[in-house]
């Protein structure tokens, strides 16, 4: 893959990069096919070679065409790559939908991903946490930090625009990607998860996509369906024949209501009564 030259600052934390991966010797790679665990496992093959191994989770919360696009960007990286089945709706903590959902997540992938370390005789496993995620609400880095996972994005502060850039001049199809978390992000709190309800918001964020609409989400309100948008998005929902095919889709789906959000999109929305309390 071809490689531009990067500035002297962000060459030097790449270099603390590959001088930190290189210190674990063998690595794998937590690996959803987002922006950042792309990168870092892009990072990883470069440093460690075939010591570098990404894993993906097979899990009802995430998309089919994520698992997909993930399979085929660790194909195009040259990454060994594997997948991994989680069961974390079989987790009371998980599907009750608490405040901390996230941490029995983590903990879930990170327990299957211990077997296939200790298979190849992996001491490290690493996932793509960043500087911008601390102080927001993640119970999964709490979940991290107490299992011994480590955040080398964070060890060398390379921030979410810096692996954007650096991602772009490695050519690498993520740099560029909307933010994306898993579809049990739709639900508030306190809101029972099931296979279901996971499988209903997933058909209905799947044919926005359809429709071209790149960053949005579908919150899920029981018979009501809350679309967010960004802002250079919404004029498409001015068309009476989209908001039509839209309200139809959805309503074969079991909403009986659909609105737009004209706040508009915003990661973690429903993480707002939290951060503000």
Same mark, same amino acid.
């Given at each position: 893959?071809?490689?531009?030259?990067?500035?002297?600052?962000?060459?030097?934390?790449?270099?603390?990069?590959?001088?930190?991966?290189?210190?674990?010797?063998?690595?794998?790679?937590?690996?959803?096919?987002?922006?950042?665990?792309?990168?870092?496992?892009?990072a990883a093959q470069h440093a460690l070679a075939d010591? !570098?191994? @990404?894993?993906?989770?097979?899990?009802?919360? *995430?998309?089919? &065409?994520?698992? /997909?696009?993930?399979?085929?960007?660790?194909?195009?990286?040259?990454?060994?790559?594997?997948?991994?089945?989680?069961?974390?709706?079989?987790?009371?903590?998980?599907?009750?939908?608490?405040?901390?959902?996230?941490?029995?997540?983590?903990?879930?992938?990170?327990?299957?991903?211990?077997?296939?370390?200790?298979?190849?005789?992996?001491?490290?496993?690493?996932?793509?946490?960043?500087?911008?995620?601390?102080?927001?609400?993640?119970?999964?880095?709490?979940?991290?930090?107490?299992?011994?996972?480590?955040?080398?994005?964070?060890?060398?502060?390379?921030?979410?625009?810096?692996?954007?850039?650096?991602?772009?001049?490695?050519?690498?199809?993520?740099?560029?990607?909307? !933010?994306? @978390?898993?579809?049990?992000?739709?639900?508030? *709190?306190?809101? &029972?998860?099931? /296979?279901?309800?996971?499988r209903q918001v997933d058909a209905a964020e799947q044919?926005?996509?359809?429709?071209?609409?790149?960053?949005?989400?579908?919150?899920?309100?029981?018979?009501?369906?809350?679309?967010?948008?960004?802002?250079q998005e919404i004029s498409r929902l001015l068309s009476?024949?989209?908001?039509?095919?839209?309200?139809?889709?959805?309503?074969?789906?079991?909403?009986?209501?659909?609105?737009?959000?004209?706040?508009?999109?915003?990661?973690?929305?429903?993480?707002?009564?939290?951060?503000?309390?």
């Amino acid at each position: 893959m071809l490689k531009q030259k990067l500035k002297p600052t962000l060459q030097t934390k790449l270099d603390q990069l590959y001088a930190c991966l290189r210190d674990y010797e063998k690595v794998i790679v937590a690996f959803s096919g987002g922006v950042d665990s792309t990168f870092l496992a892009e990072a990883a093959q470069h440093a460690l070679a075939d010591n !570098a191994l @990404a894993v993906t989770a097979i899990s009802d919360s *995430y998309p089919i &065409r994520e698992m /997909r696009a993930a399979q085929d960007i660790a194909k195009q990286i040259g990454i060994r790559f594997e997948t991994v089945h989680t069961q974390e709706l079989d987790l009371e903590g998980y599907a009750s939908n608490p405040t901390n959902r996230c941490f029995f997540c983590k903990t879930e992938l990170f327990d299957k991903l211990r077997p296939i370390a200790e298979k190849y005789d992996v001491g490290t496993i690493v996932y793509g946490a960043i500087p911008d995620d601390v102080g927001d609400h993640r119970p999964g880095m709490d979940a991290a930090k107490q299992m011994g996972i480590q955040a080398p994005l964070i060890d060398v502060n390379l921030t979410k625009a810096e692996i954007r850039e650096i991602s772009k001049a490695w050519e690498l199809p993520t740099w560029d990607k909307p !933010a994306f @978390a898993c579809l049990s992000s739709r639900f508030p *709190y306190g809101m &029972r998860i099931t /296979r279901e309800l996971l499988r209903q918001v997933d058909a209905a964020e799947q044919f926005l996509y359809d429709l071209g609409i790149r960053q949005f989400r579908v919150r899920h309100h029981g018979e009501l369906a809350r679309i967010e948008l960004e802002a250079q998005e919404i004029s498409r929902l001015l068309s009476k024949t989209v908001r039509d095919d839209i309200s139809t889709h959805f309503k074969t789906l079991g909403y009986a209501h659909v609105t737009l959000d004209l706040q508009g999109y915003r990661s973690g929305s429903l993480n707002e009564g939290i951060m503000t309390s």
